[in-house]
């Protein structure tokens, strides 16, 4: 892949390594994005390790909440990737921290505890794929309506044509 | 019957015996006064008014202290809540704004509790919109890709297009050719110009001033005329594509270019004669829906907005993208972070790319508009007769599409509402194992407390329009 490579070690790399000096278990990719000189990195850790890196990027100087998503990996275990992009304005450069975990135990540590953005990301990622965020405050369904059955960007929701269910507002009697 | 004279001054005495036309008449009728009676009168006691509905999800959470809370009343990084509380919480009003309100650009809906005229707390309720875009990608090639990302946020199609094809460019470690790059550049600086147009027009429109809207719209049309003429569409134009653009520019877009940019120049001045000095409009922007830095960055609240608080970051400066490094512009940001910055900061950054347009305009290298490989892009309909090659690699570019390496990737670039992000995840396959979008609009969404709150209910569509959300980039 012509986009990674192993470079030399410059300040990104040494900001890097001090956000992930205390995570155990964590891999580095390093990318470049297409077009443009500049770098990115990926750092996947485990996730009892994924609150306190986020935490360390952020005191690090990664301090803008960008983006927050999820894959379905299906086949490969763990399952479900959660991850944090974050971008630190003061060295310009972009940090994406992701985790896994299991299809019988999908539950992520909630990031909005630093950054309060993260409260609709999470609430996407809760609804379309059944990831559960403890400690998030308001975590429901977001996109789709209440009694949706389901998370549809799992992979093993099929593609089709599902009748919309529309609300009813219940209302007592 | 017989008397024909008698029918027709009176057609209707003899009506209800005629087949057909008897029976809904008195029926109707009856239905309404039962519903007069039982909905406005209150004679009938089947249905008394009910005030306990559930919402489900989209109730507002009880007020506490906890981190939901705050955030719905916009709290929870800066306190700047500064008016004090007169009644009870109990005795607050709930009034429901959308998802079918003008003012809401498409269908977000708004739960606003309110005491007297004041925002206390703000739930922004979406999905009306959803459509599974991400999931639909799922199932289309890298080369059908672009048809479906365009429709996303409709007003900056070109964004949407580049910001996919720059990920699964990125993916396959391809490169384009220069020519490719320029004209990319000059799309999307255009549709940046388009889309901060229809942002005037609409801001304007919320706050009274309905001649900006005639004038705004008026002007986009120039650049969707542009569009059309290159693309063929007006919008979803789906003419980025990985490896390039889809054709050429047409014969003679320089004149075209050069006149629209005349026409624009001249619409952002008289814009600003017409707003910056109004003494309305300056009292329904200055100082309502304020943003601090801080804010901003914790909420992901990105472009123009994030550049009105103070923030001075744009992609196009930090992380530069199709060769955009060699044009000259300046970022424009603000200071107070309101809604009158950001629209000070919205026309500036249309001046700034209609001088990228120039520059592009100036600079146009020539050579390829997409790239050469035939693994990526279609061979030229000539060749399809002549080469058997050139047949094989259309047919298989056009039925299986073609592989990406496995791997994931991020890229983004500076849409009209801030970072457009795409994020891909490959399994070497023809199609994307997922892909995700980083919506400017969804974080501008959830950021729309924040600037609520505290301020007076009429100033609620006058920061709605200046956080500029596209529905459709919000709900994919």
């Keep these: ?173 | 019957m017989s008397d024909t004279t008698d029918t027709a001054s009176e057609p209707t005495a003899d009506m209800d015996t005629v087949p057909g036309h008897e029976p809904e008449a008195p029926s109707v009728a009856d239905a309404r006064r039962e519903a007069h009676d039982i909905w406005v009168s209150g004679t009938e006691e089947r249905f008394p008014f009910s005030t306990a509905t559930n919402e489900g999800a989209q109730e507002m959470l009880p007020e506490a202290d906890d981190p939901g809370a705050a955030m719905q009343a916009g709290i929870a990084v800066d306190d700047d809540y500064t008016s004090e509380p007169t009644v009870e919480p109990e005795e607050r009003q709930i009034i429901n704004m959308g998802p079918q309100h003008p003012s809401t650009h498409g269908v977000l809906r708004l739960h606003l509790e309110i005491e007297g005229e004041t925002i206390r707390r703000v739930k922004p309720i979406i999905g009306y919109l959803h459509t599974g875009m991400e999931k639909t990608a799922e199932t289309l090639t890298y080369a059908q890709g672009a048809t479906n990302v365009t429709r996303m946020d409709y007003l900056a199609p070109f964004h949407n297009e580049l910001a996919f094809s720059l990920t699964v460019e990125q993916l396959l470690g391809l490169e384009v050719p220069e020519r490719a790059s320029a004209i990319r550049v000059l799309m999307t600086e255009l549709n940046r110009v388009s889309s901060h147009l229809l942002w005037a027009a609409t801001q304007g429109m919320d706050i009274g001033a309905l001649s900006m809207m005639i004038y705004g719209w008026r002007e986009r049309e120039t650049c969707l005329d542009f569009f059309e003429k290159t693309t063929g569409l007006r919008m979803n134009h789906n003419y980025i594509r990985v490896g390039g653009v889809a054709a050429d520019l047409p014969d003679g877009w320089e004149d075209d270019v050069a006149s629209l940019i005349a026409t624009i120049t001249v619409g952002i001045d008289e814009y600003e004669e017409l707003l910056n000095d109004n003494p309305i409009f300056i009292d329904r922007t200055m100082g309502v829906g304020v943003m601090t830095p801080e804010e901003c960055k914790q909420y992901g609240v990105t472009g123009p907005m994030a550049r009105a608080s103070g923030l001075n970051w744009d992609l196009r400066k930090t992380n530069p993208y199709c060769g955009i490094e060699q044009y000259e512009f300046d970022v424009p940001t603000g200071l107070h972070g309101d809604v009158f910055d950001r629209y000070i900061v919205r026309m500036e950054e249309m001046r700034q790319s209609l001088r990228i347009v120039q520059q592009v305009m100036d600079t146009m290298p020539s050579g390829d508009y997409r790239s050469e490989d035939r693994k990526v892009t279609p061979p030229p309909r000539k060749r399809i007769d002549e080469s058997m090659e050139a047949l094989i690699h259309h047919f298989k570019l056009f039925t299986e599409g073609f592989r990406v390496p496995e791997g994931a990737a991020y890229q983004s670039v500076e849409g009209p509402r801030g970072e457009l992000g795409c994020y891909l995840v490959s399994k070497g396959g023809a199609r994307p194992w997922r892909m995700h979008w980083r919506a400017p609009s969804f974080a501008a969404v959830q950021a729309l407390p924040v600037m609520m709150t505290d301020s007076l209910l009429a100033d609620v569509v006058a920061s709605l329009a200046s956080a500029d959300p596209v529905l459709g980039d919000v709900d994919r």
């Design chain 1, 1 to 173: 892949m012509a986009s990674e490579h192993v470079s030399e070690s410059t300040t990104d790399d040494a900001l890097v390594a001090s956000v992930l000096k205390d995570a155990d278990g964590a891999t580095v990719v390093e990318q470049q994005y297409a077009s443009s000189q500049t770098r990115y990195h990926r750092v996947a850790v485990p996730v009892d390790g994924y609150v306190a890196a986020v935490s360390a990027a952020k005191d690090a100087g990664f301090d803008m909440f960008v983006d927050l998503y999820a894959v379905d990996h299906f086949a490969q275990a763990p399952r479900f990737e959660v991850g944090v992009n974050l971008v630190s304005m003061s060295a310009n450069h972009r940090i994406i921290i992701s985790t896994r975990v299991p299809y019988d135990d999908p539950t992520v540590p909630t990031v909005t505890g630093l950054f309060i953005g993260a409260n609709f990301y999470e609430r996407e990622a809760y609804d379309l794929f059944g990831i559960d965020f403890p400690g998030h405050p308001d975590l429901t369904r977001i996109l789709l309506p209440d009694e949706w059955d389901g998370y549809p960007l799992r992979k093993d929701a099929s593609v089709g044509a599902i009748p919309v269910q529309f609300k009813e507002g219940s209302v007592d009697l």
